[in-house]
């Protein structure tokens, strides 16, 4: 959600922009989590779903016009639990067969200092609500101020899995999942 949201996040929190137009950002999928948290009674089920696809976009002038369009792979979802991935790629939670992917286009993108409230359209099981990240961008260590090639996002964000119809289990696992995501993105050459 996957990602995602990273691009707008950059654009606010990197200060005097250092390039004049919009900047087209590319995943490292590799390097970048989005992982998942709920409760599973007094425990914590967390995972990982894997990144599909992510189209990114930073104007560093003009927050307005970044862009972030991510899919995630339902199918590759893991959990901390070996039954719980089951679960949750099954018809009560996630839908994985009817519904492979997971994904967030960006909206709006609101922020000052060094964070951002990055609102888009979050799709899970084929409902679409609206959601707000909270972000943070920063830069590798020892980069120079106004180098922009390389980038980390951290969003963090809570969303209730009954909103988007994944009820499975409820007297077991908790409604709220926290969203944990880092995100590493590299300039286009």
């Not at 967030?104 to 922020?111: A, H, K, L, Q």
Request: proline residues 5%.
């Amino acid at each position: 959600m996957r990602r995602l949201v990273i691009l707008a996040v950059a654009a606010l929190a990197l200060g005097p922009p250092a390039r004049a137009a919009t900047i087209a950002y590319q995943l490292d999928p590799v390097a970048s989590t989005v992982a998942f948290e709920t409760d599973f009674g007094p425990d914590k089920i967390t995972g990982s779903i894997p990144l599909d696809k992510a189209n990114l976009s930073l104007d560093f002038d003009n927050v307005a016009n970044c862009t972030v369009d991510v899919a995630l792979d339902v199918t590759g979802a893991r959990a901390s639990f070996p039954f719980a991935a089951q679960a949750l790629k099954g018809p009560k939670v996630l839908a994985a067969k009817d519904h492979p992917q997971m994904t967030f286009t960006s909206t709006s993108v609101r922020g000052a200092g060094d964070s951002a409230n990055v609102t888009g359209n979050l799709t899970i099981r084929g409902v679409t609500r609206t959601v707000t990240l909270k972000a943070q961008l920063f830069r590798p260590q020892g980069s120079a101020k106004g180098d922009l090639d390389h980038l980390t996002v951290k969003l963090s964000g809570r969303v209730n899995r009954s909103d988007f119809g994944a009820t499975g289990w409820a007297d077991m696992v908790g409604d709220e999942v926290r969203i944990l995501i880092t995100a590493r993105i590299d300039a286009k050459g």
